[in-house]
Structures are given as structure tokens and as C-alpha cells.
């Protein structure tokens, strides 16, 4: 899932930090989409549900996706019906030809950590020749989260604790209990130009230079920085993805709830980040995924018009990584909910990517209720 144009990371492991060409201002400006918003078309694909609507799972979101020896993986967190209440738990489904799939199973039960309720936030998979690792997140509920008679209040600022955890399988059957880990990231890794490997986390990365193991380093904005960001309009900072240009930057895309993408760089191989600055990128309020095609074009996939409700699903190209001028659209038939509850919407929402073989691959939920995934010919994206 990384770009062919790689460079051996013994040459410029003492090169860092490398000296940009522009300013992180003058760099966040150059980014810009808007050629690709209008040079939009259809593109061929493949989809299927992978977990279809359910009246007691009526909540269905945050998508992990892998592929392990020979079969694909796909992840989610599911409650009765409200985003992240009490009781969700993280399920694993599999397949080995893409279109039918296993009956999914519990990995992240919600138990009592002793701060009350919790509950399981999907999270994503790191996969090695002999091991799959899954890696969630549990949010713990504190006393203010209930009404004197014990029912629950939807208000997430209101978590009392996070646990990060991580479980494993050698055969894709038998999980390892999960055991508690210091970090959370909202995407699955990728290898970077310099042979490390990042994942976007928060309102930076994780990063490590060994896949196979749980040891994960985080390089992030300061809160100084954060609050930099506040201060020139951003509402949130949040569920980051990246993409390594050829100069060795890492440019950190970060969640607003503006109308545009927000920009961090990292000159040190993920170390430490600049201030964070607009891009020029449209988009929606919500999570994307930016990473690289084998070719080494740069690729999109989210939705980038603001106050859409996450519609439609587009894949948008780059071949600097600074001009987006075409855009693929990868789905836009329109769902209704079937079930009402809290904080459900979205038609297409927390794209996660993989290119396996020939194929990129896009799994993603449907107004909460409905995991899809969808596929097309890397041969197509032109």
C-alpha cells in the first residue's frame, strides 16, 4: 500500500532535518483541490456489504481494513443504537474472495474497567507475514455520563479515560486477549519513503521503524500549536491522515470542521511538527484518507464538499501532492436510516484504504448502520 518511488533509508537516516522549499504557510496554500471538484467523473467499481442493517447492532462505524495471509479483514464498533454509548463493542469479519463474508466476531467486549460503562471505539489492523494485529480503543464513561436513574448521556466530552489495546492472531481464528497499550491512531499504517512507518493519530502521527512490534512512537502537535490553530479558525483538530512528498516533508491533513483540510509538516521524519495552517483542499467535516498509489501519484478518498452529509465518496489524484485535478467518484446512491440514535448521519463516512494486488480497496459506513466496502482497478485510476 506504499509508492514504488523508495529510497534507502541508510542514506538519509542523518539527513533529517531536511530543509523544505517553502514556508508551511506558502506550502498549506499551494495545496489545493479545487481543479479536481470540477473534473469530477464516474469511475468502474466493485462494492459489497460486508454487514448489512440490524435492529439490535443499529449503530455501525469507525472501518479497519487488512489483508492476511490470503484473506481480507475488515473492522468496526457496533452498539443498540447511539454513537459510542455503553455496551459497543469492536467485531471482526473475514473473507477470502471479497464478496462473502464471515459472520463477525466479538474482539472488544465492553466490561466494567471501574470508571463505569464503556465503550469500544474501532481502531485499525498492522499486518506482518505471521501476525495480524488489531489495535482499539476503549472510552471509559465516568458519573457525570448518567442520570440520577442510570441512563445514559450522550456527550463524549464527558469520557473519563481512554484505554488504547491491542489484540493478535496468528491464523485469523483464535484472538489473543487484548492487552492495554499508551497509544491510539484512527488509520492503519503505511510505509514511508524512508522505510518508517506512520499512521495518522489525533493531530499528528504514530510512528515506527518496526511493524511487528507495539512499540509506537507519537509525534504530534504541541498544545501550543493546537491552540495556534484555534486561534486562526479551526473548530476541531482531529483523526489526521498523511502522505510523504519526494522531498522527504510529511504533510500531516488534519480534520477541521471548517470547509478546508488543515495542514501540519514534519521535517524529521515524523519527529516533531510545524504550526497548522488552511489548505486550499475542500472538504466535508469528517475523516479522510490520503496516502500513495504504486505509481507514486498521490490519492484522496472522502468527500470534499462541505455540508454534504458526507456525500458522495470520491477518490481524487495528485501528481505532486500539492495540485488535485481529478476526482473519481466512488459511490453516491443515497441510504436512509432505519433506526434513529444519537450522532447517526453520514452517507459515506471514515474511509479506510488498502491496495492489495491490483486493486484499491475502501471500506467505509454508511450512515452509521451499514459497512460496505468497495473496490477498483488500480488500472483504471488514470
Same mark, same amino acid.
Given at each position: 500500500?506504499?509508492?514504488?518511488?523508495?529510497?534507502?533509508?541508510?542514506?538519509?537516516?542523518?539527513?533529517?532535518?531536511?530543509?523544505?522549499?517553502?514556508?508551511? &504557510?506558502?506550502?498549506?496554500?499551494?495545496?489545493?483541490? *479545487? !481543479?479536481?471538484? @470540477?473534473?469530477?467523473?464516474?469511475?468502474?467499481? =466493485? $462494492?459489497?456489504?460486508?454487514?448489512?442493517?440490524?435492529?439490535?447492532?443499529?449503530?455501525?462505524?469507525?472501518?479497519?481494513?487488512?489483508?492476511?495471509?490470503?484473506?481480507?479483514?475488515?473492522?468496526?464498533?457496533?452498539?443498540?443504537?447511539?454513537?459510542?454509548?455503553?455496551?459497543?463493542?469492536?467485531?471482526?469479519?473475514?473473507?477470502?474472495?471479497?464478496?462473502?463474508?464471515?459472520?463477525?466476531?466479538?474482539?472488544?467486549?465492553?466490561?466494567?474497567?471501574?470508571?463505569?460503562?464503556?465503550?469500544?471505539?474501532?481502531?485499525?489492523?498492522?499486518?506482518?507475514?505471521?501476525?495480524?494485529?488489531?489495535?482499539?480503543?476503549?472510552?471509559?464513561?465516568?458519573?457525570?455520563?448518567?442520570?440520577?436513574?442510570?441512563?445514559?448521556?450522550? &456527550?463524549?466530552?464527558?469520557?473519563?479515560?481512554?484505554? *488504547? !489495546?491491542?489484540? @493478535?492472531?496468528?491464523?485469523?481464528?483464535?484472538? =489473543? $486477549?487484548?492487552?492495554?497499550?499508551?497509544?491510539?491512531?484512527?488509520?492503519?499504517?503505511?510505509?514511508?519513503?524512508?522505510?518508517?512507518?506512520?499512521?495518522?493519530?489525533?493531530?499528528?502521527?504514530?510512528?515506527?521503524?518496526?511493524?511487528?512490534?507495539?512499540?509506537?512512537?507519537?509525534?504530534?502537535?504541541?498544545?501550543?500549536?493546537?491552540?495556534?490553530?484555534?486561534?486562526?479558525?479551526?473548530?476541531?483538530?482531529?483523526?489526521?491522515?498523511?502522505?510523504?512528498?519526494?522531498?522527504?516533508?510529511?504533510?500531516?491533513?488534519?480534520?477541521?470542521?471548517?470547509?478546508?483540510?488543515?495542514?501540519?509538516?514534519?521535517?524529521?521524519?515524523?519527529?516533531?511538527?510545524?504550526?497548522?495552517?488552511?489548505?486550499?483542499?475542500?472538504?466535508?467535516?469528517?475523516?479522510?484518507?490520503?496516502?500513495?498509489?504504486?505509481?507514486?501519484?498521490?490519492?484522496?478518498?472522502?468527500?470534499?464538499?462541505?455540508?454534504?452529509n458526507r456525500y458522495p465518496l470520491v477518490l481524487q489524484i495528485s501528481e505532486d501532492g500539492y495540485n488535485w485535478d481529478t476526482e473519481y467518484v466512488l459511490r453516491d446512491e443515497k441510504y436512509e436510516i432505519q433506526q434513529s440514535g444519537w450522532a447517526k448521519d453520514g452517507y459515506y463516512a471514515y474511509p479506510e484504504v488498502m491496495i492489495q494486488d491490483d486493486y484499491m480497496y475502501i471500506f467505509y459506513s454508511k450512515q452509521k448502520e451499514v459497512m460496505e466496502l468497495t473496490r477498483v482497478k488500480l488500472s483504471d485510476i488514470v
Open positions: 500500500s506504499v509508492s514504488t518511488v523508495t529510497h534507502n533509508p541508510e542514506e538519509w537516516k542523518d539527513t533529517f532535518p531536511v530543509t523544505p522549499a517553502l514556508s508551511i &504557510q506558502e506550502s498549506a496554500k499551494k495545496v489545493d483541490n *479545487s !481543479k479536481a471538484l @470540477s473534473n469530477s467523473k464516474k469511475i468502474a467499481s =466493485e $462494492k459489497v456489504v460486508v454487514s448489512d442493517f440490524e435492529p439490535e447492532h443499529g449503530y455501525k462505524h469507525q472501518p479497519g481494513l487488512a489483508y492476511f495471509k490470503g484473506k481480507f479483514y475488515t473492522a468496526w464498533g457496533q452498539a443498540d443504537k447511539d454513537e459510542d454509548s455503553p455496551g459497543q463493542s469492536v467485531v471482526i469479519s473475514s473473507s477470502s474472495d471479497f464478496t462473502n463474508w464471515s459472520e463477525p466476531i466479538v474482539v472488544g467486549p465492553s466490561v466494567d474497567g471501574g470508571f463505569g460503562m464503556t465503550a469500544n471505539q474501532g481502531g485499525f489492523f498492522v499486518s506482518t507475514p505471521d501476525r495480524l494485529y488489531y489495535y482499539y480503543r476503549e472510552c471509559h464513561f465516568g458519573p457525570d455520563n448518567f442520570r440520577a436513574d442510570g441512563t445514559w448521556i450522550p &456527550q463524549i466530552i464527558k469520557y473519563y479515560k481512554y484505554v *488504547s !489495546k491491542v489484540t @493478535s492472531t496468528t491464523d485469523g481464528v483464535t484472538w =489473543e $486477549k487484548p492487552t492495554e497499550i499508551t497509544w491510539a491512531a484512527n488509520e492503519s499504517p503505511k510505509k514511508s519513503l524512508t522505510g518508517r512507518y506512520f499512521a495518522g493519530a489525533g493531530t499528528g502521527v504514530i510512528y515506527s521503524d518496526d511493524i511487528g512490534t507495539p512499540v509506537w512512537n507519537v509525534g504530534r502537535l504541541t498544545s501550543e500549536q493546537e491552540q495556534s490553530g484555534f486561534d486562526r479558525g479551526a473548530n476541531i483538530l482531529q483523526e489526521a491522515s498523511w502522505y510523504q512528498t519526494d522531498d522527504y516533508v510529511i504533510h500531516v491533513m488534519i480534520r477541521s470542521n471548517t470547509n478546508r483540510i488543515w495542514m501540519t509538516e514534519s521535517y524529521d521524519n515524523g519527529v516533531t511538527f510545524t504550526d497548522v495552517y488552511p489548505t486550499n483542499f475542500a472538504t466535508e467535516a469528517t475523516m479522510a484518507n490520503f496516502g500513495r498509489l504504486p505509481d507514486g501519484r498521490f490519492y484522496f478518498v472522502g468527500t470534499s464538499r462541505y455540508g454534504s
